[in-house]
């Protein structure tokens, strides 16, 4: 669609949107808004900055009905401020029709005055999960009317562990709502968000840039007693956030994450000897982006789900093709430029030319002195985990603890990354540089008013 106009929107629309500076649709607007529009459920695959929020945000005042003073539209986001940056744009476009109230329901502020605002009524809810369900469990809040019913950013939402409470809000939801579902990723777990919660949706993807598959691939011959030297060097030549290695054995694994350790480097080994505990502790660690560097085994690497993996290190070639292609595969998705890097003594030769016979290419071999002349760089993680010594079996939910670090430790939402949940731990990765003040607060404060101890993970 090249114009608002031709998308059938209501004159009075139409004038607002000219008069807030929308000329012609974005893509996620051209492509999501007229099943949106036509009351079909909807699940758009869009990046932030793509005009998502005005996608369903049209969509939702234009069937909006005034007069019927109900919540009619309910739209759940990850944090407080992207909720608040939602309600701002909604109330804008509002200004189509008369006396639209918008509510802002989150959490890290007093309950209160929002059930004061609640008992007044509204026509459009924004709020986190944690704070919408506290209120559904009060009786304050009613969809028995809801229409539309958003989940904006819902990748990161389950990122944050909010899948109980999504499912348990939208459990208390008419059946015959229409739900929009717009998400950066399209991971295992909203395909079942979808499956379950939406009736036949629309289906819109759209292309951030580059959409294929690109992956270049490295090859170094080195001595066995180089191995180490190689990786921190291959760690500090492409600077990942997120790096997987694979070794053969449980000891190469153990041996190369702690010499990796000695080195500066933020490394953690995954592999069958591990119990579970520090099996999660790992992988909660590596996926919030808290620990830079997983050497695995190809058994313990099996089912990783890990987005974003710029650089993949065989620490020496694996034992067939269809293992090294399965490995190399983890990098390069999502259209994103991938690298994968095979190390290989002189002993180890065979193994990669059976590799080049079963892909009928010749392998990229690279100046190895080259390599080992990259000074040690290590990369700093972004993230840092913080345990709380409370889970689910303590009534502990991910609603509690954004609530205590974005209210009493007043650290921002965007600054606060993965929250994963176990029966009697948490884990919350925490931006580095507010890390500390995070942990002090919250050993000075309350979750779910009580004490609990934290410490880093």
Known sequence: MSSFKALGLSESMLSNLERLGYTTPTPVQSQAMPPALAGNDVIAMAQTGSGKTA??????????????????????CPTRELADQVAKALRELA???DNVKVLTLCGGVPIGPQIGSLSHGAHIVVGTPGRVE??????TLSLEQLRILVLDEADRMLDMGFEEAVAGILSQTPDNR????????????????SERFQSEPVDVRVASGQTDVTIEELFYE???EQRTRAVAALLSRFQPVSSLVFCTTKRDCDELAAELGELGFSALSLHGDLDQKDRDS??????????????ATDVAARGLDIKGLPLVINAEPARDPEVHTHRVGRTGRAGE???AVTLCTPSQGHKVTRLEAAKGTTAAWQDTEALLAEPCKPVIPPMKTLCLAGGRKDKVRPGDVLGALTGEAGIPGAAVGKIDLFDFQCF??????????????????????RKIRVRYA
């Open 178 to 193: 229409q739900t929009l579902l717009f998400s950066a990723t399209w991971p295992a777990a909203i395909r079942t968000l």
């Open 222 to 224: 080195i001595q066995p």
């Open 55 to 76: 996608a369903f945000g049209i969509p939702l005042i234009e069937t909006l009905q005034p007069r019927r003073f109900a919540v009619q539209s309910l739209v759940l």
């Open 134 to 139: 506290d209120h559904l469990r009060k009786g």
């Open 95 to 97: 200004r189509a029709k």
């Open 428 to 449: 919350v990765a925490v931006q580095a540089d507010l890390a500390g003040k995070a942990l002090a607060r919250l050993e000075k404060g309350r979750v779910k008013g």
């Open 282 to 295: 790992a992988l909660v660690r590596f996926a919030n982006q808290s620990c830079n560097v997983l050497v």
């Open 337 to 339: 430029q991938g690298h």
